[in-house]
């Protein structure tokens, strides 16, 4: 008999149920679509446009170097070249002062949400996110058991002033809020960028309140505009731990992310991994291609490219009229549609009998916040016209659907 079939209940009693329960995990991040279907699905970049070719140039150099370091463990906060090409860039663009120092190499975004929530987080204490947010930041802090508070948001990103009504409230019902976790600058799903005078709000709360801020900016790099307020790093350093990727910007597969913080945070981050590291190799190459001027001048290549994709979505919803309402974000991957009626399983029906699927509302809520009828429209991965197509398909969907 094979191992795997053997008294499989036996085993299944020995998981650890307070972080393997289906509201605690990613269980949720899968779902099944049909092959040949047109999928706004999730938030990735064009695998087109890997940067393959500057990648295999400096990964040939390092591979040929003789000391062979790059194919070493780098245990704790990560390698030192790629930290300080970080700390360069990152202080320069934002107009910071984030030292090397401060910074942790993590296994993508998630590693660092990961570290986070096992450093910060006790069960029942407060986390305060969007409604609506990013599902895998939700089960991270879950498998913490967290309690997960939401906060509205609008067009202009997280509604600070429900934020201090639901800060009042807590701290009547003594409750322990440890952190508020935000995705500040184009947001998942809903393509906002907080306004500068809510950020100001935002860690006026924060500093009031006493919690942490975690600032998510898996998608930050990818703008359409010069005019981005400051992130939320450079108007509380003491409180705010700035989490970042390249996953969205070079490729996912790299699993290569990075938090900056306050000391006493960032030092225990490198404390507790148990990882041994993320690959040397891979951090040294996006140390070269930072310093050799190839990842911004990818990065310039791509926002051009996915502003374009941006405007295809746009131009398509327009001529195309569907019944409802939508954002034209200046950055990331996704234009949020807002139905104007919230029959939701007629609309997800209507769409799979045309061979359209999407995430739509409810994969990333929060719970407890007020129900939108919501569509996200993913536009990284998609080329131009399957997403044009998608866009007419999902229209005549939604005007049979409603
Ligand atoms: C908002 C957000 N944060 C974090 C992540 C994790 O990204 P990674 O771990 O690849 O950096 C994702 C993935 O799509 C995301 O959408």
């Keep these: 008999m094979a191992i795997a079939e053997s008294r499989p209940a036996a085993v299944a009693s020995l998981l ?13 991040l899968v779902v099944s679509v049909p092959p040949d279907a047109i999928f706004f699905g999730g938030g990735l970049p ?15 150099e390092l591979l040929a170097s003789s000391d062979h370091e790059a194919l070493g463990y780098i245990h704790g906060a990560g390698d030192g070249a790629l930290r300080e090409a970080i700390a360069h860039r990152f202080s320069a663009q934002e107009r910071v002062d984030v030292a090397a120092d ?30 609506l947010t990013y599902p895998g930041a939700l089960a991270t802090f879950r498998q913490m058991r967290a309690r997960i508070v939401s906060v509205p948001v609008d067009g202009e990103g997280m509604c600070t002033g429900e934020l201090a ?27 906002t960028v907080l306004s500068a005078a809510r950020r ?76 041994l590291g993320t690959s040397r190799l891979l951090q040294r190459m996006v140390a070269q291609l930072i310093s050799n ?12 490219h996915y502003r374009s994709k941006r405007d295809a979505v746009v131009d398509a ?14 950055g990331g991957f996704f234009v949020w549609l807002v139905l104007d009626r919230d029959d939701m399983a007629a609309v997800e029906a209507a769409a799979a009998r045309r061979g359209v699927a999407f995430f739509a509302a409810p994969y990333f809520s929060a719970g407890g916040g007020p129900e939108v009828a919501g569509i996200r429209l993913a536009y990284g991965e998609l080329d131009s016209p399957r997403l044009v197509e998608g866009i007419r398909l999902l229209s005549d969907a939604l005007s049979e659907a409603t």
């Design 293 to 304: 001027g190839d990842f911004d001048a990818h990065l310039r290549e791509m926002n051009a």
């Design 102 to 131: 401060r910074i942790v190499i993590t296994n993508g975004s998630s590693g660092a949400l990961s570290l986070l929530a096992i450093a910060l987080i006790e069960p029942g204490d407060v986390v305060l996110c969007e409604e």
């Design 200 to 275: 100001r709000e935002l860690v006026d709360l924060a500093d009031r309140f006493d919690i942490i801020v975690v600032q998510d900016t898996t998608y930050a790099d990818i703008r359409f505009a010069d005019d981005f307020p400051p992130e939320l790093i450079a108007l509380a350093p003491q409180r705010t731990v700035h989490v970042a990727s390249f996953s969205k910007t070079l490729a996912p597969g790299l699993r290569l992310g990075w938090a900056a913080g306050p000391p006493a945070i960032i030092d225990v981050l490198k404390e507790i991994r148990t990882d």
């Design 317 to 330: 919803l327009t001529w195309s009229r569907p019944p409802a309402s939508w954002n034209v974000p200046a």
């Design 165 to 191: 009504s639901i800060l009042t409230q807590l701290d009547r019902e003594r409750a322990r809020v440890k952190v508020l976790y935000t995705i500040a600058t184009c947001q998942s799903p809903t393509g």
């Design 16 to 28: 650890a149920r307070s972080r393997t329960d289906a509201s605690a995990t990613s269980a949720r």
């Design 46 to 60: 064009d695998p087109m446009k890997y940067p393959t070719d500057a990648m295999t140039r400096v990964l040939v």
